[in-house]
Nanobody, 125 residues
């Protein structure tokens, strides 16, 4: 069982940066693929990026590629989402999620078994 708690959301200006953190509990955290998703009001939840269990491999949605970076620290049981060059369309609730069933190249939220409560990111123009 993995429990996830996100933090680091807030208000940023377009072009600015934010770093989200996700703290995980559970002894087998290092065996999970970790992903970030986001959901804007009235829209479906969408994949942002993911990282393999080792941290050596990442996968991103086209909309954030080159601007966002997912990383993890298994010793600290933490996952991070560094967001640079923010745009107003990045405004959403961001969720951390854990997946033990598939590899890191998977954008389907249905395969992620554990979810955090989300953290709001608002980007002003």
């Amino acid at each position: 069982q993995v429990q996830l708690v996100e933090s680091g959301g807030g208000l940023a200006q377009a072009g600015g940066s934010l770093r989200l953190s996700c703290a995980a509990s559970g002894r087998i955290f290092s065996t999970y693929v970790m992903g970030w998703f986001r959901q804007a009001p009235g829209k479906e939840r969408k994949f942002v990026g993911s990282v393999s269990w080792s941290g050596d491999n990442t996968y991103y949605a086209d909309s954030v590629k080159g601007r966002f970076t997912v990383s993890r620290d298994n010793a600290k049981k933490m996952v991070y989402l560094q967001m640079n060059s923010l745009k107003p369309e990045d405004t959403a609730v961001y969720y951390c999620a854990a997946n033990s069933e598939t590899g890191w190249i998977n954008a389907d939220p249905k395969v992620y078994e554990h979810w955090g409560q989300g953290t709001q990111v608002t980007v002003s123009s």
